[in-house]
């Protein structure tokens, strides 16, 4: 059974950092492609970032670019995102989702995670 579990979530003030894990079970994480998505309160979701299983490319929302960090730790079976110098529209929950390269879908997502960015 495949299953996401985030956590590292919270409240922090603007400018300040947090980092999100995801764990990973019940699948070879190594060569899957692995994303952190998030959903504002009243938004849709946005793909923040992504980290391809075979080459660790990395991609990121403008958004978030030179903000954010995404990582893997595929020994671990563990992702990763370092949010650095956080604003209060990063606020959302956080998902870390598993990508299906044959559906060009996600396919598993986690529970998400709760980021406040508020003084």
């Known amino acids: 059974e495949v299953q996401l579990v985030e956590s590292g979530g919270g409240l922090v003030q603007p400018g300040g950092s947090l980092r999100l894990s995801c764990a990973a079970s019940?699948?070879?994480?190594?060569?899957?492609?692995m994303s952190w998505v998030r959903q504002a309160p009243g938004k849709g979701l946005e793909r923040v970032s992504f980290?391809?299983?075979?080459?660790?490319?990395?991609n990121y929302a403008d958004s978030v670019k030179g903000r954010f960090t995404i990582s893997r730790d595929n020994a671990k079976n563990t992702l990763y995102l370092q949010m650095n110098n956080l604003k209060p529209e990063d606020t959302a929950v956080y998902y870390c989702?598993?990508?299906?390269?044959?559906?060009?879908?996600?396919?598993?997502w986690g529970q998400g995670t709760q980021v406040t960015v508020s003084s």
């Open positions: 989702a598993k990508f299906e390269t044959g559906w060009q879908a996600f396919d598993y």
């Open positions: 019940g699948f070879t994480f190594s060569i899957y492609d």
């Open positions: 980290i391809y299983g075979g080459t660790g490319t990395t």
